[in-house]
C-alpha cells in the first residue's frame, strides 16, 4: 500500500536503532521548472556503532521511503541519518550496492555532511520498483537479502 507520509515516518520510527524519523516532500525550482524529492531524516545514535547497522537502516528505509505518496519525487531521495559517531551515510549505501548515490567525496565536506546522501530516482525505480511501490510489510530484518535489492514483499 502507499503510504503517507505520517505512516512511513511511524514505519520507520519503528526500526531498530531509530531514535526518530521525520519523512517530508522537498521541492526545489529550476528556472520555471518543480522537482520534488522525498526527504527523510533519522536520527539513529546507536547505529553508529557499525557500518552493518547502518547499512542495514539504509536497506530497511529505502523502500518505505519510495512508498510515500504525494507529487513525483523526480529529484529521488534524499537520505540523512545521525549517527554517533558519525559514518558515512553515502560510501555505506555505495558500497551495500545502491547505485545512484550522491555524496561529498571531499573529506572536509564530508566531515560536515557525511550524514547525507542522495538517491536517483531511476536506480530506485531500477533497485526497489517504479514509485510508487507498496510499502514493505513488517519491520524488515537484516542480513537476510542482498544489499541494495528489494526486501521481501517489495515489487520489482
Same mark, same amino acid.
Given at each position: 500500500?502507499?503510504?503517507?507520509?505520517? %505512516?512511513?515516518? *511511524?514505519?520507520?520510527?519503528? @526500526?531498530?536503532? /531509530? #531514535?526518530? %524519523?521525520?519523512? $517530508?516532500?522537498?521541492?526545489?525550482?529550476?528556472?520555471? #521548472? %518543480?522537482?520534488?524529492?522525498?526527504?527523510?531524516?533519522?536520527?539513529?545514535?546507536? %547505529?553508529?556503532? #557499525?557500518?552493518?547497522?547502518?547499512?542495514?537502516?539504509?536497506?530497511? /528505509? @529505502?523502500? @518505505?521511503?519510495?512508498?510515500?505518496?504525494?507529487?513525483?519525487? $523526480? *529529484?529521488?531521495?534524499?537520505?540523512?541519518? !545521525?549517527?554517533?559517531? =558519525? @559514518?558515512?551515510? &553515502?560510501?555505506?549505501?555505495? $558500497?551495500?550496492?545502491?547505485?545512484? /548515490?550522491?555524496?561529498? #567525496?571531499?573529506? =572536509?565536506?564530508?566531515?560536515?555532511?557525511?550524514?547525507?546522501?542522495?538517491?536517483?530516482?531511476?536506480?530506485?525505480?531500477? =533497485?526497489?520498483?517504479?514509485?510508487?511501490?507498496?510499502?514493505?510489510?513488517?519491520?524488515?530484518?537484516?542480513?537476510? !537479502?542482498?544489499?541494495?535489492?528489494? &526486501?521481501?514483499?517489495?515489487?520489482?
Amino acid at each position: 500500500m502507499v503510504a503517507s507520509r505520517e %505512516a512511513v515516518a *511511524a514505519n520507520i520510527n519503528a @526500526l531498530p536503532n /531509530v #531514535s526518530t %524519523a521525520t519523512v $517530508d516532500e522537498e521541492k526545489t525550482t529550476d528556472g520555471l #521548472s %518543480a522537482h520534488y524529492r522525498i526527504a527523510v531524516d533519522i536520527s539513529a545514535p546507536a %547505529a553508529g556503532r #557499525s557500518e552493518e547497522d547502518v547499512a542495514e537502516l539504509i536497506d530497511a /528505509v @529505502l523502500p @518505505l521511503a519510495w512508498s510515500t505518496r504525494g507529487h513525483t519525487p $523526480d *529529484a529521488g531521495v534524499v537520505l540523512r541519518i !545521525r549517527t554517533e559517531p =558519525q @559514518l558515512e551515510i &553515502g560510501r555505506i549505501a555505495r $558500497d551495500s550496492g545502491w547505485r545512484d /548515490v550522491g555524496f561529498p #567525496s571531499n573529506p =572536509q565536506l564530508s566531515e560536515k555532511i557525511g550524514y547525507q546522501a542522495t538517491f536517483g530516482r531511476r536506480s530506485l525505480d531500477e =533497485q526497489i520498483g517504479t514509485w510508487p511501490v507498496d510499502a514493505p510489510r513488517g519491520t524488515p530484518t537484516g542480513g537476510s !537479502r542482498t544489499r541494495g535489492q528489494p &526486501g521481501p514483499g517489495t515489487p520489482q
